[in-house]
């Protein structure tokens, strides 16, 4: 496959699974250029997903991030419950309901549906990807195709390879995946939870033990996470973060904490108990904080026009932004 010979504007693509993610992983590809057939499993679909996309282009467009019109956009995409409109995808991501016995029986009908030669990615957060391959009858074209909310303004994407994924299929991926506006990573060996996930959910237990322990409040937990790691995630990774700041420090702490840290293996309480009450955080105005439904709203809202303001920073210091001021400076110096 050579990237050069790209157009993305002919290269038909499909999104199965039409609910928050897949709507917005959908507006990405239009506004990358493809035509985009998405599918709606649900009849919920059919009735909220172009109102959803169109809502998602009308900000990308507000917000200078897309420059067609609306329409021109709508144009080319297809809503429809009729997988066999896959047929010309060149690559069909799945972002169904977190549930195996579902994502199998949808895989089967995309592979029903597409050739023997197109792609097919699975937006799963965390089911190994060589897990799901044992329900595909070619896992050599598989892949997982991990996106974050909102899609089309986050530059992160994470492709991954089950055990039976072709690799130069994924060095492909992780290129064409730059037209999409990403600056992609690229897993070649699977492990539950992919990269992001395993950093986060490492975090995630630390915070509840600080809490549960009666270290911290939720409060205080947030507001460290936010002031420290937020003040400089989005320009360095934790590597280049230790490396800007003297790795001894690091190494002389490590010893004596790492020790300290939580290793638990079972769900918090703090969560487990929440969770059984029925709060799902600000969708239905009930989680750690207590919100009313106007604060759930607005917090939802306040997220959507932080992604924007971030979006901006992250494209003004990309990860190659030192390579490129070396280059800048040598063509001044010439
Ligand atoms: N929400 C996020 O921030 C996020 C981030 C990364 C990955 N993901 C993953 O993306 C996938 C979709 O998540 P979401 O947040 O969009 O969920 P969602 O609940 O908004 O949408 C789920 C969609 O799944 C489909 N679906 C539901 N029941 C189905 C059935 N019986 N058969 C076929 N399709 C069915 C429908 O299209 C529905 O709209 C999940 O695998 C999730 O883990 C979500």
Not at 37 to 65: F, W
Not at 157 to 165: A, R, W
Not at 220 to 245: E, H, I, K, Q
Not at 278 to 297: Q, R
Request: with cysteine; aromatic share 8%; hydrophobic share 40%.
């Amino acid at each position: 496959m050579d990237l050069t010979k790209i157009d993305i504007q002919q290269m038909p693509v499909g999104v199965v699974g039409l609910g928050l993610m897949g709507c917005s992983i959908t507006t990405c590809l239009l506004i990358s250029g493809h035509p985009v057939t998405g599918i709606a499993p649900l009849a919920a679909d059919m009735g909220h997903a172009e109102e959803r996309v169109r809502a998602h282009l009308t900000k990308a467009i507000e917000e200078g991030l897309a420059d067609k019109n609306i329409d021109d956009y709508i144009r080319r995409l297809t809503i429809t419950d009729d997988y066999s409109r896959l047929a010309d995808c060149k690559i069909t991501i799945e972002s169904t309901l977190e549930d195996i016995d579902i994502k199998k029986a949808v895989f089967e009908k995309i592979e029903a549906a597409v050739s023997p030669t197109a792609i097919i990615g699975s937006n799963t957060s965390a089911i190994p990807i060589s897990i799901l391959q044992q329900h595909v009858r070619r896992p050599e074209r598989f892949f997982g195709l991990h996106w974050t909310e909102p899609a089309y303004t986050t530059r992160f994407l994470e492709i991954i390879c089950g055990d039976l994924s072709d690799k130069e299929t994924a060095k492909y991926l992780y290129e064409l995946a730059h037209y999409w506006d990403k600056e992609p990573t690229l897993a070649l060996k699977d492990i539950r939870g992919f990269i992001t996930n395993r950093l986060m959910y490492a975090m995630y237990r630390e915070a509840f033990n600080l809490v549960e322990g009666g270290y911290a409040s939720v409060e205080d937990v947030d507001r460290a996470c936010r002031n420290n790691a937020g003040y400089w995630m989005t320009l360095v990774g934790v590597f280049r973060w230790m490396d800007l700041t003297g790795l001894p420090a690091y190494h002389a702490v490590m010893k004596d904490l790492l020790p300290t840290l939580s290793n638990k293996t079972e769900i918090p309480k703090l969560i487990d108990d929440l969770v059984k009450d029925g709060a799902k955080g600000v969708a239905n105005a009930k989680g750690f904080y207590d919100y009313t439904p106007e604060e759930a709203k607005l917090w939802q809202e306040t997220y959507r026009e932080f992604s924007y303001d971030i979006m901006r920073i992250a494209k003004k210091y990309p990860a190659d932004v030192v390579k490129k001021k070396l280059a800048a400076l040598s063509t001044s110096k010439g």
